[in-house]
């Protein structure tokens, strides 16, 4: 395995703390690790459950957007690894729905943050979701395109019959893109959760929303 930090590029082995030397179990330093705000916590929202990591701030933050916008792609060890053993004991039999980029986001970046994000637990990924008119938006209003941004529907022919699904995402900010795509599978499936490697902060200040109860 890799021993340097994937975000400070420092030797992890070398000049580590006692247990680094002896149990490098991560892959970015342990001070590195200590910034990012891991914080677990459930998110109750009107109908749905949003299982969320870290909090969207700081250092986590930054990283999020170097790996997403500019195109970091080997940074994606680094969100799920604390956690990815439990996750993949605690969503055994689910397969992953990942809520979709836009298409030009896939284009510009050639691939999917969210999918390589949750390719660490190892379950089937349907590709089931896109979003809607994202072809033909610059021929919108800015009133338009706000109206439309988010909005997300299922692919036709796909069956999630009997399944058990995750829906996951790389960051809630309000919940309501999880809702919508809550919206369009449950019913369809025999199970749906949902899953966010991380959560905008401004849920902290509304503990009725946030469960302090720690899942992981
Ligand atoms: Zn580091």
Redesign the pocket.
Known sequence: MNSY?L??N?DIRAEGSLEEMFYVNDC??S??RAQLAYFPRTIKTPELRIEGLYLYQGLLRDTLIQFKEYNDEALYPLFLYPCAERLKRRYRGYELLPLPSSSQALERRGFKPVDLIFSLLGLPVIDGLYKKNDIDQKSRTFKQRRQIYGQIALKDGISLEGKKILLVDDIVTSGATMRAGYRLVRGRAAEVKALTMSYNQRFLSQPERLFQKIFL
């Open positions: 930090c975000i400070c420092r970015i330093c001070s590195c």
